[in-house]
């Protein structure tokens, strides 16, 4: 069945490494999204897709980089440039019909020490 | 600069009885207004919305009430269940053209048995 899936649910990575987290839709969504989530915090835009190899910055798109090869997919790296990468990661994607309702992924949990 | 505010970082309600979620917005071009429900460690999930031409939208146990003029909008769960505890976040849109959605911090809701 359709949906959005993020893997893996937990990642742990040294400080100074770059990651780069998954996002893949099967939805046939045009526009695709992550979002960033701290405690106490509401969802924050890193970076958004609107068409296959499109993407344009969010509020916070510093330290990240995105990109949109295939429109399934829309893979995100949190670079070593990023001050404070542990967060809780998630991907949304946005159908054509329904332009308002984003659907969300199970989201990854981030750890960098 | 916060454009969309949910005042309250907690709820407590006492199952059975109405629950009433709060969120204002200072931007005045948002159209389109969204609830979205989480549980920890997963993505959010769409509960209801409404358009601005409306002040009343409903759908099931939940009701959005939008206040134009106050910039409010509210959502009422009658009657709260259990399963309801969550954390709830408030989504405003500019609408065409855009389409990207601006979260307040959310609201920890517990429906106490």
């Not at chain 1, 295939?70 to 967060?87: D, G, I, M, R, Y």
């Not at chain 2, 009343?56 to 009422?76: M, Y």
Request: include cysteine; glycine fraction near 8%.
């Amino acid at each position: 069945d359709g949906g959005i899936t993020q893997s893996p649910k937990y990642l742990f990575r040294k400080e100074g490494q770059n990651v780069t987290l998954s996002c893949e839709q099967n939805l046939n969504h045009d526009a695709m999204y992550w979002y960033r989530q701290d405690p106490g915090q509401g969802l924050r835009l890193i970076y958004y897709s609107q068409i296959v190899n499109d993407f344009q910055k969010g509020d916070i798109a510093e330290g990240y980089s995105v990109s949109r090869e295939k429109k399934e997919s829309f893979p995100l790296t949190v670079t070593s440039a990023q001050k404070n990468p542990t967060a809780f990661y998630l991907c949304a994607s946005r159908p054509r019909r329904s332009p308002y309702e984003q659907y969300f992924g199970p989201g990854t949990r981030l750890t960098v020490t | 600069d916060q454009q969309v505010k949910q005042n309250s970082p907690s709820l407590s309600v006492q199952e059975g009885r109405i629950s009433i979620l709060n969120c204002d917005y200072t931007n005045s071009m948002f159209d389109y207004f969204l609830w979205y429900k989480k549980y920890p460690a997963e993505g959010p999930t769409f509960l209801i919305s409404i358009s601005s031409i409306k002040d009343k939208n409903e759908d099931g146990r939940f009701t959005v009430f939008l206040n134009k003029s106050a910039k409010h909008l509210s959502l009422h769960i009658v009657p709260s269940q259990p399963g309801d505890s969550a954390v709830y976040f408030c989504a405003a849109s500019p609408g065409a053209g855009s389409y990207q959605l601006t979260f307040g911090k959310g609201t920890k809701l517990s429906v106490i048995p």
